[in-house]
């Protein structure tokens, strides 16, 4: 059963950090291009970055370029969003999603993505 779980978010202070992990079972990521989203409330989900398979080419959306790092790790079958220097407009539930065909190369259209996690909520608030 293939299956996404996202963890790592929470409460955190503007110009703090969180690292979210989006960890697979069922299947090897590392054949996935895995994107992450966010929505805020009353929002329209937002791509934030992703991460291709082959060669871990990476994208950011201008918002978070400079603060937000993905990342990999095939051993642990997992993807992270480190989050740094955080602002109140980063408030929102995210999710990681995987695209099949995002071998050398990613977006973050959604459409793109057909597997998705649950989602986890970050608030950055003083």
């Known amino acids: 059963q293939v299956q996404l779980v996202e963890s790592g978010g929470g409460l955190v202070q503007p110009g703090g950090s969180l690292r979210l992990s989006c960890a697979a079972s069922?299947?090897?990521?590392?054949?996935?291009?895995v994107g992450w989203f966010r929505q805020a409330p009353g929002k329209e989900r937002e791509g934030v970055s992703c991460i291709s398979s082959h060669i871990r080419t990476t994208y950011y959306t201008d918002s978070v370029k400079g603060r937000f790092t993905i990342s990999r790790d095939k051993t642990k079958n997992t993807v992270f969003l480190q989050m740094n220097n955080l602002k109140p407009e980063d408030t929102g539930v995210y999710f990681c999603a995987t695209d099949q065909w995002g071998l050398w190369a990613c977006s973050v259209a959604a459409d793109s993505y057909t597997d998705w996690g649950q989602g986890t909520q970050v608030t950055v608030s003083s």
């Open positions: 069922g299947f090897a990521m590392e054949d996935y291009a």
